[in-house]
């Protein structure tokens, strides 16, 4: 007669066990090409968005001519290429109305007048209005006999910062949205995955044999690592994949920063699967049909949620923002957002070890009431368990 199976190896059974079926099986593959595939075309779309939103075609009348290389140098000025073409006013208005030019300026008999077909982009609607008003200044100026320059130069701020500037915040901000970005889909969908396999095993009556054998901790133990490592190995292929691009087509220079963000989102993956794949796994020990899933793991994908739009809406425009910091130390929050301020270079080593170091301890609580909730529901089928009845074992 054989000696029992060890606990660790017990666990390390289960969790082979969830990675070879994992690997054998489409999805991984098909996931994974369809992940690159949306990251790809968000990248190929905010593109476009970015090189339409830069640039701007305007039609200037030979009334409007003199302000043509004001014109461009405002554009300049705000990041805006104009491309201005001369015309006359009805075939200016003509080609605005094809589409062949965003806007046309002209002059009438009470000032400028810009046209568009049905509305006039805002930044070119700012830099015309801001040319115009600055050549009626200055005209205004010298027939008095004042120099323009020297008004100028008396109304200049100058602007400085305590902190000098980091030259590398634009590359820091694109790894904060990819790290963010990463780790939402990766805990997301494994953290569904642990959920959807418990109710699998559970409608199947397949538990009730490995329970038979199995301790139902080593079981669920088992089954988060294995699919947390497929998880990390895919999380590592995004990531690898997606250096190797930036660092090819020049977005990213500083291969480093890259190296520690990435490290980074490889810890708090770990820390936030670990955290939330408990959650998932609970939430499926309570239903014993795939049709009841849903409803039951959809209140967890607030407590992912919020802190994402936060990392990808707050953070960029302000990353000292006190209400992400502090929910930045929020077991729950701070898978996402402690790996985007580090990214942004604004949580310093001590603040992301604390955070780590509460996650922590926010597992440690959540596998024994994960793993009361995993015992006292698995075997139970038909009707939904409450989770007052998964956790009092009654």
Do not use: C
Not at 229 to 243: C, D, E, K, N, R
Request: glycine share 10%.
């Amino acid at each position: 007669m054989s000696a029992p199976l060890s606990p660790a190896r017990t666990v390390a059974l289960v969790a082979r066990r969830e990675i070879g079926m994992q690997l054998r099986s489409r999805s991984f593959l098909y996931g994974l090409l369809l992940t690159l595939a949306i990251f790809a075309g968000y990248g190929l779309l905010f593109s476009f968005i970015g090189s339409e939103g830069s640039s701007s075609t305007l039609g200037v009348t030979a009334e409007a001519r003199a302000l043509t290389p004001a014109l461009q140098q405002a554009g300049q000025q705000q990041g805006q290429t104009v491309a201005i073409t001369d015309v006359d006013r009805a075939g200016g208005e003509a080609q605005v109305r094809s589409g062949g030019l965003d806007a046309l300026l002209t002059r009438g008999p009470d000032g400028f007048e810009l046209i568009g077909q049905d509305s006039v982009d805002s930044t070119l609607q700012r830099i015309v209005t801001g040319t115009v008003g600055q050549q009626a200044r200055d005209s205004a100026l010298r027939s008095a006999g004042v120099d323009p320059a020297t008004v100028d130069r008396a109304g200049t701020v100058g602007v400085s910062t305590l902190v000098p500037e980091d030259p590398l915040r634009g590359q820091r901000l694109g790894l904060a949205f990819a790290v963010a970005i990463l780790l939402f889909f990766s805990l997301t969908s494994y953290g569904g995955a642990v959920a959807q396999g418990v109710v699998e095993e559970k409608s199947s009556r397949v538990v009730e044999l490995l329970l038979s054998t199995i301790k139902p901790l080593h079981l669920l133990a088992g089954k988060i690592l294995g699919l947390g490592a497929v998880g990390l190995l895919q999380l590592l292929i995004l990531g690898a994949i997606g250096t190797v691009g930036a660092l090819a087509f020049g977005v990213l220079t500083v291969p480093t920063a890259v190296l520690s963000a990435l490290g980074l989102a490889v810890l708090w993956y770990l820390l936030g699967f670990f955290l939330y794949a408990t959650l998932y796994a609970s939430a499926g020990a309570l239903v014993s049909r795939q049709e009841e899933l849903q409803s039951a793991v959809a209140p967890l994908i607030f407590p992912l949620l919020i802190p994402f739009v936060i990392a990808v809406s707050v953070l960029p425009n302000d990353p000292r923002n006190g209400l992400a910091t502090v929910l930045s130390f929020v077991p729950f929050f701070s898978p996402t957002l402690m790996p985007a301020r580090a990214a942004l270079g604004v949580a310093p080593w001590w603040q992301v070890l604390i955070s780590a170091l509460l996650t922590l301890g926010a597992i440690a609580v959540m596998v024994w009431v994960a793993a009361r909730i995993y015992r006292n529901s698995v075997l139970r089928t038909g009707a939904k368990v409450s989770w007052r009845e998964a956790i009092s074992g009654r």
